[in-house]
């Protein structure tokens, strides 16, 4: 019993830190740095004439629908010298007719679609800017946000930046929208305090910037291509500067059928990652970069799910085996998520909204989504092209 004891407390650790404790003890060490360093303070952007030259590179296959309200959001961009690269492999819509009407856009294009990391590879070697943005077609950026991003590459130890990704609903009561921004809204916190306390874990595609010369092309089976290309940097002895002020806004999924294909493919290329770059986990190279690299990503794509799920056969045999009321306690604790969980799924399905039945559900398919990204990776180890979710 002993043995069972002790498995349990080690899984319901694991749980409560990947989820709650790391972010408590992320805002306690933050808050402890600026007792020591004090608050840190925005840098100064030189003026318009000697701002960097920098290019907006955005990666697209079929996209004609988008193509001119996302030119429509890049006018609007109020950065002095930017030039706007759209990359499109493979796309055969007529995105490059559609593009053809804007003199002011460098189209690089290949006939072949061989994923979004073949398309980065070649727009990389294609530009010349050596400050680069790369977004998505699909998500619209606030009108600042290239000042944002170039204000926090005055720190020469910089090597990438992270904008803000924000989820719009495109109607009330969308449940997987709501889903994914709540979600996003608590990684963004995450992220902001990673970045303050050393460097973000990471960068999303939607919003990153980097310093050209410090890019390494990628396989191209790459799952995760911003995530992997940052964190280089990273192991690197630079940092991923995270900042709020520049933001990409899209829609959610448009059901939860939809979100599951993006999560599969984000476990997916999780656990590769955690492969590839599995020597940032060695404590002795980078510490503090160890620890926010295992704390914020790796056990959330690996163990913590497995422990998740454990706790629910480990509980019974404890209650079974009459081994203390707070055994008791914990399992009628369980019992209470799982059927809230149950309720959320079961509204959501009947067109129904209850934030608060909600969020169980949302979390416990994100984590069921870890164990279906285990069988995406085996079935798509070749290649780093992925079917689109449908969006709202």
């Not at 290019?55 to 079929?62: D, E, F, H, R």
Request: some cysteine; overall charge positive; proline content about 4%.
């Amino acid at each position: 019993m002993v043995t069972l004891k002790v498995i349990f407390w080690i899984c319901l650790f694991l749980v409560f830190y990947t989820y709650l404790g790391y972010g408590i003890l992320l805002w306690v060490l933050v808050r402890l740095k600026r007792l020591i360093k004090g608050k840190p303070k925005k840098a100064q952007l030189p003026p318009d004439e000697e701002l960097p030259e920098v290019t907006l590179m955005i990666c697209a296959y079929n996209e004609q629908d988008i193509v001119d309200i996302k030119m429509e959001n890049t006018h609007q961009i109020t950065y002095p010298k930017l030039h706007v690269v759209w990359v499109t492999d493979g796309s055969n819509d007529g995105t490059n007719d559609y593009l053809a009407k804007y003199p002011d856009v460098q189209v690089i294009y290949s006939p072949e679609r061989r994923g979004k990391t073949a398309a980065l590879n070649h727009g990389l070697g294609e530009v010349k800017d050596e400050l680069v943005v790369m977004t998505d077609a699909n998500t619209m950026l606030n009108p600042e946000s290239i000042q944002e991003i170039v204000r926090c590459f005055m720190d020469p130890q910089v090597a990438c930046v992270a904008g803000e990704k924000r989820v719009a609903a495109r109607h009330e009561g969308q449940a997987a929208a709501e889903g994914e921004g709540l979600y996003w809204k608590y990684e963004s916190t995450l992220k902001r305090w990673d970045g303050e306390l050393y460097s973000a874990m990471g960068a999303a595609g939607e919003l990153c910037a980097i310093r050209r010369s410090l890019y390494e092309p990628m396989p191209e089976n790459a799952l995760l291509d911003d995530f992997v290309m940052s964190l280089r940097m990273v192991d690197k002895g630079y940092k991923i500067a995270y900042t709020p002020n520049a933001y990409a806004m899209e829609y959610g999924s448009a059901d939860l059928a939809e979100e599951s294909k993006r999560k599969r493919r984000i476990a997916a290329g999780g656990l590769q990652s955690i492969w590839w770059l599995r020597d940032m986990m060695n404590p002795f190279r980078q510490p503090i970069v160890a620890f926010q690299f295992v704390s914020h990503r790796v056990l959330r794509w690996s163990i913590t799910p497995v422990a998740l799920f454990l706790l629910i056969p480990l509980n019974v045999l404890l209650v079974f085996l009459k081994a203390g009321g707070i055994y008791n306690l914990l399992w009628g604790m369980q019992i209470i998520f799982y059927a809230a969980a149950f309720l959320g799924y079961y509204l959501e399905k009947h067109g129904k909204k209850n934030k608060l039945l909600y969020v169980p559900y949302y979390f416990l398919f994100m984590n069921l989504n870890i164990f279906r990204g285990m069988s995406y990776l085996k079935s798509h180890k070749s290649s780093g092209a992925w079917e689109k979710a449908k969006r709202g």
